[in-house]
């Protein structure tokens, strides 16, 4: 069980073969790495579910490869073009996990197995596209702290806040790590294994994938500005995308300057004190950091639960074209949420 959604395995995976598995998307939801929240969001994970299947399979109409098999409904695993009503439950392949080795002593991680060949098995990488970039985005916070440079990000330039960016940067962090963080490219090829060659594979597929993801918001009037992917080796040593993309968390859609992803939920607890708790916690370092943390998040207002539930839904039956949901046209969502962002 994760803080989002659960997994079943159905059929466990091996070395030469695909297992298989469901996810089960839960209405529980997650911010700055704590897990589980106080608050649940009404048909959130019924939004998730159908909004990251529509995508799933616009991928596979153009040929890249997912472990995407279906939506689970009455039963029976239907796609979702063929879906009657709404479902929380996806049907995927399942790649084994291969984790890192924690040296506590040093709060580190030992990536050596992944020097062996293997087949199967879940890339230890999380790769992040940047359309543009937000005025609150944590690449500037990196750059001013020195920890990157644009140069390291392939610009030769300092993008402006909102600057849409001809070529999207590829921004790349580990995955299985207690606390994620942002690592450069020789690094991400040399702790997953990859070769030069996959590597390029796997950053065209991200580029082709943000692309789709793109036009299909575009049609709704919705500004894809990042997002995040995962991805995984097949039995067979392909690269393909797994877990779950294009929903409003593995992304940031806006329309115009209105944040229209879980950033607006994040934008809420910023101003709270947890917030500021929780960001002295993390500084200290170790795996350990939430221990530290005396207080709970607190809970959202009512109305801004309801409004963020429809929020969700409201994003499915734009960007899918489907009313998936009885919920008000996203507009109307957007002006009662903008009292909350004053």
Known sequence: MGSVKEVEILKKAGQDYEGEGVFTFSDRYSVFDWGEMPDHIEKKGAALCMLSSYFFELLEKEGIKTHFKGIEEDGTL???????????????GVVRVIKPVYDSANNTYDYSEYKKKHLNYLIPLEVIYRNALTEGSSV??????????????????????GEILKTPILDVSTKLEHTDRYILWPEASSISGLDERSMETLKNMVLSVDMIITAACSRANIKNIDGKFEFGMDAAGNIMVVDVLGTPDECRFMSGNFHISKEFARMWYRKTPWYDEIETAKKSGGREWKQSVKNQPPKLPPELKQLLSQMYMSVTNEITGKNVFDSPPLKNVIQELEKYDR
């Open 78 to 92: 239907k796609k979702f073009s063929g879906m009657n009503g709404a479902s929380n439950k996806m049907r995927v």
């Open 140 to 161: 500037f916070k990196r750059v001013k702290n020195g920890q990157v440079t644009f140069k390291d990000l392939g610009y030769d330039h300092t993008p402006q806040p």
